[in-house]
């Protein structure tokens, strides 16, 4: 066999894994979806399902798949989509596993504010949502700007964001020492990261903001991929190093933004799809939307085992953050073994 057929071979098998890959993540996703409307506190049979989904009025069932399940299983699915895409797409960009928005500071940006919205402006619904994708897209360019000095390196960035992310923890605990009783259990709901109370209407935002910044991301996922090989090296092949940085930093946080805006932070989702992707995906071409289908899957998940699976109802972004924290010090551990640096 030649060099060229040898290599023809190779690339044939990686687009065969990955998209073997892709249509069982899919696969899976659309299984865990049916069974979140299906089982819950009752069964609902799948025939059922379906009449409900083809708009068919059932009693009892039209309000507990349609008007319960089957926002908060969309929404889910929506919100893991884009912590999933905007996750990886930091990640690869800087080449970090820590290069994540829970880690940097964006979404404690769209945090702060919406407990300052919800305590000290007394607003809620759609208002809040704004000021939050505002603020993170706020956050994102102020962190850019600090961590700028001749390019953009990665542990600079990094941490700025942590920095960044910790005075932004200090404005939101003052906030809320003051706020008062009523307006604390809404601002600690958000901040937690949640489906509760999902709305129809609440998917729109999400699709809209998958279709105009996940399109321009998965777009641009081979130039992406070229920054994982170095700026110069990326340069070298043909890429606009600088276009690229600035499509894939609007893109990611409008993504981030958006989401935490409709669910609040689910802890760690951005952190953890990216790596497991690339771990199940291989050297297989661009993790960015496996890595967009692993986030979904965490967060539809994470909301069925808060609901139905633990001794009480908790939130998803309790269960993710079980779930992310001890890999986040099982990844700081292993770097600092191998005398790396984050």
Do not use: C, K
Not at 161 to 186: E, F, K, N
Not at 259 to 277: C, D, K, W
């Amino acid at each position: 066999m030649s060099a060229v057929d040898a290599i023809a071979t190779g690339r044939l098998r990686r687009a065969r894994r990955r998209g073997a890959v892709i249509g069982g993540a899919l696969a899976l996703l659309a299984a865990a979806f049916a069974l979140t409307l299906m089982l819950g506190q009752s069964f609902v049979p799948p025939g059922t399902v379906l009449r409900v989904l083809a708009g068919g009025d059932v009693p009892g069932a039209s309000f507990t798949v349609g008007q319960l399940r089957l926002p908060r299983a969309v929404l889910s699915v929506l919100a893991g989509l884009s912590f999933g895409l905007g996750g990886a797409a930091f990640q690869i960009m800087l080449r970090n596993p820590l290069a994540s928005p829970d880690i940097i500071g964006i979404s404690r940006g769209a945090s702060a504010a919406a407990v300052f919205a919800i305590v000290v402006m007394g607003l809620d619904g759609p208002m809040v949502s704004v000021l939050a994708v505002a603020a993170g897209l706020g956050v994102a360019l102020l962190i850019h700007g600090l961590s700028h000095r001749g390019g953009v390196a990665g542990t600079r960035l990094i941490l700025v964001g942590i920095g960044v992310s910790a005075m932004l923890d200090s404005v939101i605990a003052y906030t809320l020492s003051r706020a008062p009783s009523w307006d604390l259990d809404q601002a600690m709901r958000w901040l937690t990261g949640s489906v509760n109370g999902a709305q129809p209407a609440q998917a729109l935002p999400l699709l809209v903001s998958l279709a105009v910044f996940g399109g321009l991301l998965v777009s641009r996922a081979r130039d992406l991929e070229s920054l994982r090989l170095g700026d110069d090296t990326a340069a070298a092949l043909g890429t606009n190093v600088a276009l690229t940085r600035v499509l894939v930093i609007l893109a990611a946080v409008g993504l981030i933004a958006v989401a935490t805006a409709i669910t609040g932070p689910v802890a760690f989702v951005a952190f953890l799809s990216g790596p497991i992707a690339a771990r199940i995906l291989g050297p297989n071409g661009s993790v960015l939307v496996p890595a967009g289908l692993v986030g979904a899957a965490l967060v539809l998940g994470g909301d069925y085992i808060g609901q139905f699976l633990l001794p009480a109802r908790f939130p998803v972004g309790v269960v993710t953050g079980a779930l992310g924290a001890p890999y986040l010090i099982w990844l700081i551990v292993r770097v600092n073994r191998a005398g790396g640096s984050l």
